[in-house]
């Protein structure tokens, strides 16, 4: 069956520097890799999509890669604040498994220290 | 202003009692989607809809029920067959089946006592 794994551990990052997530999915290739924040105790809010023919795609201080040799996402924030604290979840497609869904993992909490 | 609205927030039902949850959007889009987050785990999708009066289960369907009657609303019942039911429920919903960003709405957080 299909897996994501993010990092598990929380992320610990100065303020101003990048802070950098990581999505590795294994025995599956999605056509669209997302990201989504979620906050504590409220729903989950897209980020960005990337297809698998784009290795990169930029919205703001936002930076995503898509890498399918290696079947890996990085999810890069710049010049971070502690407003970019929170839970954030990457999520594949599942429409090569004729799958109108997608699966979420189970995200990685990022915390920017003032 | 268009969303995704849940309701109620809380909720706080006796071991052995159906409850339904409200999801209602007037986003006008297709498909929905419900989903049970337990804390450390990822989202688990209980059964999702792509057009009114037809949906589909999803991975941990059993111990739940649904109905899209019409295409603002897709409410979820809890039943008493959920061995588990205390947990953080999610609605979502896109535009069609073709598109896979979701729009999620707050969140209602069952407890089952």
């Not at chain 1, 980020?47 to 898509?66: A, C, G, M, P």
């Not at chain 2, 209980?46 to 409410?75: C, H, L, T, W």
């Amino acid at each position: 069956s299909q897996k994501i794994e993010q990092n598990s551990e929380a992320l610990n990052i100065q303020e101003g520097k990048t802070a950098t997530l990581t999505c590795n999915y294994t025995n599956y290739s999605p056509a669209y890799l997302q990201w989504y924040r979620q906050d504590p105790g409220r729903g989950p809010v897209f980020l960005l999509l990337i297809r698998e023919n784009e290795k990169e795609k930029r919205k703001e201080r936002l930076k995503v890669t898509f890498n399918t040799t290696l079947k890996q996402s990085l999810f890069h924030i710049t010049a971070s604040q502690p407003a970019d604290s929170a839970t954030y979840l990457c999520a594949l497609d599942m429409s090569r498994n004729r799958d109108d869904k997608i699966i979420f993992g189970k995200g990685t909490r990022l915390h920017i220290l003032p | 202003d268009g969303g995704i609205t849940q309701s109620p927030k809380y909720l706080f039902r006796k071991e052995g009692q159906n409850v339904t949850l409200s999801c209602e959007q007037n986003l006008n889009h297709d498909a929905m989607y419900w989903y049970r987050q337990d804390p450390g785990q990822g989202l688990r999708l209980i059964y999702y809809s792509q057009i009114v009066n037809d949906f589909q289960k999803g991975d941990i369907a059993e111990g739940y029920s649904v109905s899209r009657e019409k295409k603002e609303s897709f409410p979820l019942t809890v039943t008493s067959a959920q061995k588990n039911p205390t947990a953080f429920y999610l609605c979502a919903s896109s535009i069609d089946r073709d598109s896979y960003e979701q729009y999620f709405g707050p969140g209602t957080r069952l407890t089952v006592t």
